[in-house]
C-alpha cells in the first residue's frame, strides 16, 4: 500500500488540493470522499468523520480494493467499468448497508494519453442526494486533469530544457534577478573552468561576462554575438566565443533574471585565421605576398607618415632563373625560391623591414623609418652579397645572382603604385646594365624602361582589342617586274605611340611568350587575306609569314596550321613559312616537324640565310624550298668583297642543290644588278616597294595588272 501511495503521490497532492478546496466550499454537508486507483483500491478517504466510521465499520478502509464480485453493484467498479461518471441512490446499491447512502464517482486520468488513474467518489446520506453534486464533481475532476498534464508537460519540459541545456555545444547561464547563477551546463564548466557546484548561487566567475549580465538585469538591455576570447583555467589553448545575453521576464514584463551563453566559434576563428594568412602569404615561401604589401604599405602611408618620413621599395629579380626551371624542373626551382626567400629573410630581420614574394622569381622589401637613402643601399648590398654563396638543389650546388631596383618615398612616388613602378624600372634597367646589382631610381629617365612596361602590358589587350594590322611587302620577278608573292609583316597600331614596327614589340612577346597567339593571328590574317584576293580575281601568287621560335617548339604547332589550312581554305601550296637556322639546331626534332609541314603541301624557305650555323648537309634533308639572302649581306654587296663573296656563294649553293633563292633588302640599281648577274632574280626591298598596307597593296597588283581575266580563271 504505501509503495501505491508513492507512485501516486505527485497525483494525491493534486487531488487534495482540490479535494479540500470543495470540501471548503460544501461545508456543512457530510460528504465523505473517496479516492481510488484504477484497480479500485481505496487510496485516500478525507472528510465527514462520521460517514467515515459508519463506512470504516462495514470494512471499507484506506487499501480495500473494491470488486464488484464482493461488494456488488457499486459506483466505483461502474465507473472503472464504463469509464464514465455515475451516481448510485438508496436501492440502486447492492448492499443494504449503502442503501442509505448517495454515491456518486467520476474517473480521472491523463488527458493527454486517455490513460485511466483511478475514481474520485462523493458519498453522503440519501436525504442530501443532488444531482449537483455529480455536476461539482465532474468540474473538479476537469480542474484535476488539467493540472495533472501541466505538471506532466512541466516535468517533460524541465527534462528536455535539461537535455537541451546540457548536450547544447554552447555554454549556458541562467541567473536570478541578483545575477546569481541558477543553472550552469557542462560546456559552461568547460569554457570557464568552473565547476556547477561551486558557481551555483553566485555570480558569473568571467568577470567580462558579468558586466553584461548586470548590464541586461539593471536595464533589460540584449548583447548578441560579442566576441570574446577565453582562457581555460586548465591550460588549454585560448578559446574564441561569441556571447548573448538577453533578460527572462515573468507574465508582468518584470525582470526575473537572466540567460547568457557562450557559442563556442574557436575552429571557425582558426579556419578564417587561415584562411586570412593564406589569402596574405605566398603559399610556397610563408612571405608576405602582394596583396599584403600593398595592404601594408598602404597602413603606413596612412598612419606612419610624418614630413621626415623615408621609405625604401626594393624590386628584386631572380637572374636566369628560367634556365634553373628549365635545367632543374620546375620543383626544384620551387626549392631555390624557398632558399632564396630565406636569405632575404636573414638580411632583413628588424621589425620595420618586410621580405614579400611577387610571384615568380620577383620579390620585393620595403624599409621604412630609415633615416636615409644610404640604409636601404646598405641593405642592397647585404643581399646581393648573400647571393655570392652557392644554393645547394637536389645534389647540385650551383650559384645564381640577382638585379634589384630601389625607389624611395617621398621623391620616387607618394603611393605605392609609383613606387612600384619606379623600382622595377630601375630594376630593368640593372639587367640592361649586366645584372648582379642594384640600381637606384632616378627621375627624368630616358622613356626606354617605361615604354617597355608599357608595351608589355598592352600586348595582350591588343590583341583583344584588334590593334594589330599586318602590311605586305611585294616579292618581285626581276626579270619580268611581275609580283610573284608578299611576305607579310605585323604593325602596331598603338593608341598613344602610334604605328610601331615589329623591333619595338617583336623582342617583347618573344620574351613573354604572347608571341605565340600572337604569331598565330599573322598567320591566320594572312592566309584570309589572300583569300580574299583570290576572291577578287587576282592570280594566285605565295603568301610567307615568319614563324618564331616559341610556335616552332610548340608541340600541336602542326595541328594548329592545318586548322588555320581549313578553316581560311588556302591551298597549301601558296602559303610558305620562314624560319631561322637557329630554330633547326636540335637536327632531329627539326626533320620530325618539317617533314610534318611539307606533307601537307607548303613552302619552306630559310630566313636570314647565312647568319647561323646550318650545316648543308641538312639543307635537303629538312625539304627546304628556298633560301632568303640576309638584308646585311645586301647592303653592302656593292662596298664590301666579302659580303659580295659570301651572296655569291649563297646563290650559287642553292642553284647547285636545287633549292630556290631570294634576296630582301634590295634598296637600289647596283644591287639589283650584282644579284641578277649572278642569277638571283626573286627579290624584295625597298627598290621596288615598302611594305604596304592590305588595301594598297591591291591596289598595286591591279596597277600590275595582275586581276586574271575570265578566261584565265
Request: include cysteine.
Amino acid at each position: 500500500m504505501n509503495l501505491k501511495r508513492a507512485e501516486y503521490e505527485e497525483i494525491l497532492s493534486v487531488i487534495d488540493f482540490f479535494v479540500h478546496r470543495m470540501l471548503e466550499l460544501m461545508k456543512g454537508l457530510p460528504l465523505l470522499i473517496l479516492i481510488s486507483d484504477e484497480n479500485g483500491c481505496i487510496l485516500e478517504m478525507a472528510g465527514d468523520e462520521t460517514i467515515k466510521n459508519v463506512v470504516q465499520q462495514s470494512g471499507i478502509r484506506v487499501g480495500l480494493i473494491f470488486s464488484e464480485r464482493e461488494a456488488g453493484t457499486n459506483s466505483i467498479n461502474l465507473v472503472l467499468d464504463h469509464r464514465e461518471p455515475i451516481q448510485l441512490v438508496g436501492g440502486e446499491h447492492y448492499y443494504e448497508f449503502l442503501g442509505s447512502s448517495a454515491c456518486y464517482s467520476v474517473p480521472f486520468q491523463y488527458a493527454d494519453l486517455s490513460n485511466l488513474l483511478g475514481t474520485i467518489t462523493i458519498m453522503t446520506t440519501i436525504d442530501q442526494h443532488n444531482p449537483f453534486l455529480l455536476a461539482m464533481l465532474c468540474t473538479v475532476v476537469d480542474s484535476i486533469e488539467r493540472e495533472l498534464l501541466l505538471k506532466k508537460q512541466n516535468r517533460r519540459l524541465h527534462i528536455l530544457n535539461q537535455v537541451v541545456i546540457e548536450t547544447t555545444r554552447n555554454g549556458i547561464i541562467i541567473t536570478d534577478r541578483d545575477g546569481n547563477v541558477t543553472e550552469f551546463n557542462k560546456f559552461a564548466e568547460i569554457l570557464t573552468g568552473a565547476k556547477k557546484q561551486d558557481v551555483l548561487y553566485q555570480p558569473i566567475p568571467d568577470a567580462k561576462a558579468n558586466d553584461f549580465i548586470q548590464q541586461v538585469l539593471r536595464t533589460g538591455k540584449e548583447y548578441e554575438d560579442m566576441e570574446f576570447i577565453l582562457r581555460p583555467r586548465s591550460g588549454q589553448d585560448e578559446l574564441v566565443y561569441l556571447f548573448d545575453a538577453f533578460p527572462i521576464r515573468d507574465g508582468n514584463l518584470q525582470i526575473m533574471g537572466a540567460f547568457a551563453q557562450f557559442r563556442d566559434i574557436t575552429e571557425r576563428y582558426r579556419t578564417q585565421k587561415q584562411i586570412n594568412y593564406l589569402a596574405y602569404h605566398d603559399d610556397l615561401t610563408g612571405l608576405p605576398n602582394r596583396r599584403f604589401f600593398t595592404a601594408h604599405f598602404d597602413e603606413l602611408l596612412r598612419h606612419g607618415v610624418n614630413g621626415d618620413s623615408i621609405f625604401a621599395v626594393m624590386f628584386l629579380d631572380l637572374d636566369s632563373f628560367k634556365k634553373i626551371n628549365d635545367t632543374l624542373g620546375h620543383n626544384n626551382g620551387d626549392v631555390l625560391l624557398k632558399l632564396v626567400a630565406e636569405r632575404l629573410k636573414s638580411c632583413c630581420r628588424a621589425a620595420d623591414q618586410l621580405v614579400s614574394r611577387m610571384g615568380g622569381d620577383e620579390f620585393t622589401v620595403l624599409l621604412h623609418n630609415i633615416a636615409s637613402q644610404a640604409e636601404a643601399i646598405d641593405v642592397a648590398e647585404r643581399i646581393i652579397s648573400v647571393f655570392e654563396k652557392p644554393f645547394a638543389v637536389d645534389g647540385y650546388e650551383f650559384y645564381i645572382t640577382a638585379s634589384i631596383g630601389i625607389a624611395f618615398y617621398p621623391q620616387d612616388g607618394t603611393n605605392v603604385e609609383m613606387l612600384m613602378k619606379n623600382a622595377d624600372i630601375a630594376l630593368y634597367r640593372m639587367k640592361d646594365d649586366g645584372k648582379n646589382n642594384y640600381n637606384v631610381f632616378k627621375p627624368n629617365p630616358d622613356s626606354g624602361g617605361i615604354e617597355r612596361l608599357t608595351l608589355e602590358n598592352s600586348i595582350r589587350k591588343a590583341l583583344q582589342a584588334g590593334e594589330f594590322e599586318l602590311y605586305y611587302e611585294p616579292q618581285i620577278d626581276a626579270l619580268t617586274g611581275e609580283v610573284i608573292g608578299t611576305e607579310a609583316l605585323v604593325r602596331w597600331n598603338h593608341p598613344t605611340l602610334g604605328l610601331l614596327p615589329p623591333a619595338r614589340f617583336i623582342p617583347i612577346a618573344q620574351e613573354t611568350g604572347l608571341i605565340v597567339p600572337l604569331g598565330e593571328w599573322v598567320l591566320r590574317t594572312a592566309c584570309l587575306q589572300h583569300q580574299i584576293w583570290r576572291e577578287k580575281g587576282f592570280a594566285p601568287m605565295s603568301v610567307s609569314v615568319n614563324l618564331s621560335s616559341r610556335q616552332f617548339q610548340k608541340h600541336d604547332l602542326v595541328e594548329r596550321i592545318k586548322e588555320i589550312l581549313v578553316e581560311t581554305r588556302i591551298e597549301p601550296q601558296y602559303l610558305e613559312l620562314e624560319i631561322t637556322e637557329s630554330m633547326t639546331m636540335n637536327v632531329d626534332g627539326a626533320i620530325e616537324v618539317l617533314g610534318k609541314l611539307k606533307q601537307l603541301g607548303l613552302q619552306l624557305c630559310i630566313d636570314d640565310f647565312g647568319t647561323g650555323y646550318s650545316n648543308l648537309y641538312y639543307l635537303k634533308l629538312f625539304s627546304i624550298d628556298r633560301l632568303k639572302i640576309v638584308r646585311s649581306f645586301v647592303r653592302d654587296i656593292m662596298t664590301d668583297s666579302t659580303d659580295a663573296d659570301i651572296v655569291a656563294t649563297i646563290i650559287a649553293m642553292s642553284h647547285k642543290l636545287g633549292i630556290g633563292v631570294i634576296a630582301e633588302g634590295v634598296e637600289d640599281k647596283d644591287q639589283l644588278d650584282f644579284l641578277h648577274s649572278h642569277s638571283c632574280h626573286e627579290v624584295q626591298g625597298f627598290y621596288y616597294h615598302q611594305p604596304l598596307p592590305a588595301a594598297q597593296f591591291e591596289r598595286l597588283l591591279r596597277k600590275r595588272g595582275a586581276v586574271k581575266t575570265n578566261s584565265q580563271r
